[in-house]
């Protein structure tokens, strides 16, 4: 039975991170492909990472898990903001000077 649920959590974690690979390919606009990338990106990588505590099954292996999680969510949307904030900026001076 655990090894169903690990399962589980490894395949919806490949197929976020595939979802986000392929956003980041063929969506439109920087700002799209930003959204794409941190919400399917950061789900992804989340879900692999909880398959592989549950397979180890140590308290030493989840509580990094855990902390590689919270670190993910916490920088993922910075991330996020400085390259919308740099994307924005750069269409702004290049409307400026055209």
């Known amino acids: ?3 169903i649920i690990i399962a589980i959590f490894l395949l ?3 197929f976020f991170a595939l979802i986000a690979a ?5 969506l439109p606009d920087v700002l799209t492909r930003m959204h794409a990338s941190t919400k399917a990106g950061t789900l992804g990588s989340s879900l692999i990472l909880i398959g592989g505590a549950i ?9 990094r898990v855990v902390a590689i999680i919270l670190f993910l969510m916490l920088t993922a ?5 400085m390259i919308g904030r740099a ?3 750069h269409e ?3 409307k400026k000077t055209d």
Do not use: Q
Not at 55 to 63: H, P, R
Not at 77 to 81: C, E, K, L, V, Y
């Open 77 to 81: 949307p910075i991330g996020a903001h």
């Open 92 to 94: 702004y001076t290049k």
């Open 1 to 3: 039975m655990t090894e």
């Open 55 to 63: 397979l180890y099954g140590d308290a030493a292996v989840t509580v």
């Open 22 to 26: 392929v956003g980041v390919l063929r």
């Open 12 to 14: 919806l974690g490949g």
């Open 87 to 89: 994307a924005a900026r």
